[in-house]
């Protein structure tokens, strides 16, 4: 093990320590700050974190840490910032550290907040809380790495004079730079490297699967049916659909409008992403960590306020990409369909016809800024709103994606006019087609 001072001069381990007493670190402005008004300030104008026990230590919030994110060190005010934010959802987290950015490059302090990926995020809180002991992100101690080194060459010795097999792997270090086991080198040297389920279970290029799904209903519908009529008549076998149960009458109240979203997998907006950009206003690829795990999700709600419609309570819109669930009487609910301008979406729709469908929603097509319009897109008139996000760039991410607050607001402002002009109200709808 590392000897105690290699161990106190180590921020990650101070950090991790400091957690594990409950006497968490204190943001200050210098690295003595005696002053009341130093101490315990934001992020955006410390400049250093002060430890309290076992001795008091202050580190500078722009030192480099053994946490490594894509090969290169972590500075510790992104480490700090990260626990701060364990608790938030994803795009919280990214929205607040795009927002600290610009505070500290405004305050002139130069640094930059890394966002971390979700695994690097998750991996690192479980350490820090002392979780786990290991992470393949956090490079040894130099005492650690010479006692691991000595311990394997032993190790090896020993193998060998018993005639063992010698390990392909160096010395007495693991994948990420961890200490290994000894007697577990002869066994990693056999290892076979396996692939992912990112890398197994996704190919090149999306595939559309909605036909499938449409095929086994067929089937499954069947066999309910089937089911049915032996069950007992004090058994309702639709409660047991969580699609059906969640679209629910409300009786005496006003109703949920209802949003449908494209199946296609070349829409840019689907399940997985549509929550966090129709509320935090930051478009993320549909098929990127950043998009969150709705994207098995059959139904989202989001509360949205349009002072229009009613000015004391929000909205709750709810969000389904198929109508296969829906009620005859769910249809005067739609208020709004994406579309990517591919008809055979509406195939399952009560208005089959583009110009009866925009009719009575509002269409809504996003694709992306400098590309043209599909010519069908046009060809629907007025009745669908045409809007672009910027396109996405994997090295800068959701820093600089202002523009698209302004797309989400267009699009409500859109939905809410055509709600207004069908006759919504505090109430409801109108009595509506």
Request: glycine letters at 8%; hydrophobic letters at 35%.
């Amino acid at each position: 093990m590392a000897s105690t001072d290699v161990i106190l001069s180590d921020p990650l381990n101070r950090l991790r320590d400091s957690i594990a007493t409950n006497n968490p670190p204190i943001p200050t402005s210098s690295a003595e700050s005696t002053l009341a008004s130093d101490i315990d300030i934001g992020l955006a104008v410390a400049t250093h974190l002060f430890f309290t026990t076992p001795r008091p230590q202050s580190f500078s919030l722009d030192t480099s840490t053994r946490f490594t994110s894509s090969g290169k060190p972590v500075d510790l005010r992104s480490i700090y910032f990260a626990w701060l934010k364990k608790d938030v959802a994803i795009p919280d987290y990214i929205a607040s550290a795009q927002r600290l950015s610009e505070e500290l490059s405004a305050a002139g302090k130069g640094g930059k907040v890394q966002n971390l990926v979700f695994v690097e995020r998750l991996d690192l809180i479980t350490w820090l809380e002392g979780a786990s002991e290991e992470s393949e992100y956090i490079q040894l101690l130099a005492t650690d790495s010479a006692t691991a080194q000595a311990s394997s060459r032993q190790a090896l010795d020993t193998s060998g004079a018993a005639g063992g097999v010698a390990p392909t792997v160096a010395p007495g270090v693991g994948r990420g730079g961890k200490a290994v086991n000894p007697r577990l080198t002869v066994i990693y040297s056999g290892e076979r490297k396996m692939g992912d389920r990112n890398c197994i279970l996704r190919g090149i290029k999306p595939t559309d699967f909605s036909h499938v799904r449409k095929t086994a209903e067929s089937f499954l519908g069947r066999s309910r049916n089937k089911q049915g009529q032996h069950a007992s008549s004090t058994v309702n076998p639709l409660n047991s659909n969580p699609s059906l149960v969640s679209l629910p009458k409300k009786r005496g109240g006003r109703p949920d409008p209802i949003i449908l979203l494209s199946p296609s997998a070349s829409s840019l907006l689907r399940m997985s992403n549509i929550k966090s950009f129709l509320e935090s206003g930051i478009y993320v690829p549909p098929d990127s960590a950043l998009a969150g795990s709705s994207n098995t999700a059959s139904i989202l709600h989001i509360s949205r306020m349009l002072p229009s419609i009613d000015a004391s309570r929000p909205l709750r819109f709810i969000l389904v990409d198929t109508p296969e669930q829906f009620k005859p009487d769910y249809w005067s609910r739609v208020v709004g369909v994406f579309t990517t301008g591919q008809t055979w979406q509406f195939k399952s729709y009560k208005w089959q016809s583009p110009s009866d469908l925009f009719r009575n929603a509002l269409g809504i097509f996003v694709g992306w800024r400098g590309e043209d319009v599909p010519s069908s897109v046009k060809g629907w008139g007025r009745g669908v709103m045409s809007t672009a996000v910027e396109k996405w760039n994997n090295h800068s991410g959701v820093q600089g994606r202002w523009r698209d607050r302004e797309v989400v607001e267009g699009i409500w402002g859109n939905i809410e006019e055509s709600m207004k002009s069908r006759g919504w109200g505090k109430d409801g709808g109108s009595a509506m087609r």
